[in-house]
């Protein structure tokens, strides 16, 4: 009876314990460039891992990805030592980047587990609000 009632506590406790997991689901994973010679470009995803971020002591040239069915889907100049990329804008699926900093290229990979909520709150605020023309309030002179 006693190892009964142990083994339904461990099915409980499991079965909670997977309810709390979901709950932390990631909307990406990084696959970092482990070579000595990228260590100059740090490259990690924020806490909710739904931007990437990029700091340099060198100038950071250019930054593209590849997709899954090798096209592009960003591409562009960046010419700073540090940038933050919402990774909302990318498809699911597996991203190879690359981060040029002459002569190198860095490569990364970043996959996007599942699609990125787009947060727009100028929209939200907008739609919330609605512009009144304040009434002119008339005093009686005395």
Same mark, same amino acid.
């Given at each position: 009876? *006693?190892?009964? !009632?142990?083994?339904?506590?461990?099915? !409980?406790?499991?079965?909670?314990?997977?309810?709390?997991?979901?709950?932390?689901?990631?909307?990406?994973?990084?696959? *970092?460039?482990?070579?000595?010679?990228?260590?100059?470009?740090?490259?990690?995803?924020?806490?909710?891992?739904?931007?990437?971020?990029?700091?340099?002591?060198?100038?950071?040239?250019?930054?593209?990805?590849?997709?899954?069915?090798?096209?592009?889907?960003?591409?562009?100049?960046?010419?700073?030592?540090?940038?933050?990329?919402?990774?909302?804008?990318?498809?699911?699926?597996?991203?190879?980047?690359?981060?040029?900093?002459?002569?190198?290229?860095?490569?990364?990979?970043? *996959? !996007?587990? *599942?699609?990125?909520?787009?947060?727009?709150?100028?929209? !939200?605020?907008?739609?919330?609000?609605?512009?009144?023309?304040?009434?002119?309030?008339?005093?009686?002179?005395?």
């Amino acid at each position: 009876m *006693k190892n009964l !009632i142990r083994i339904c506590l461990v099915v !409980i406790l499991l079965f909670l314990l997977s309810f709390t997991l979901q709950a932390q689901e990631q909307y990406a994973k990084l696959e *970092k460039n482990r070579n000595i010679q990228a260590k100059g470009l740090v490259h990690q995803l924020n806490k909710t891992k739904d931007t990437l971020i990029l700091r340099s002591d060198k100038k950071i040239n250019y930054l593209y990805s590849i997709n899954k069915d090798y096209g592009r889907e960003l591409d562009f100049r960046v010419d700073t030592t540090s940038y933050r990329l919402p990774l909302n804008k990318l498809t699911k699926g597996k991203h190879v980047f690359v981060a040029v900093q002459s002569p190198m290229r860095i490569v990364f990979v970043v *996959k !996007i587990l *599942k699609e990125i909520p787009i947060k727009n709150p100028e929209e !939200i605020v907008a739609e919330d609000l609605v512009a009144v023309e304040p009434e002119k309030e008339v005093y009686p002179n005395n």
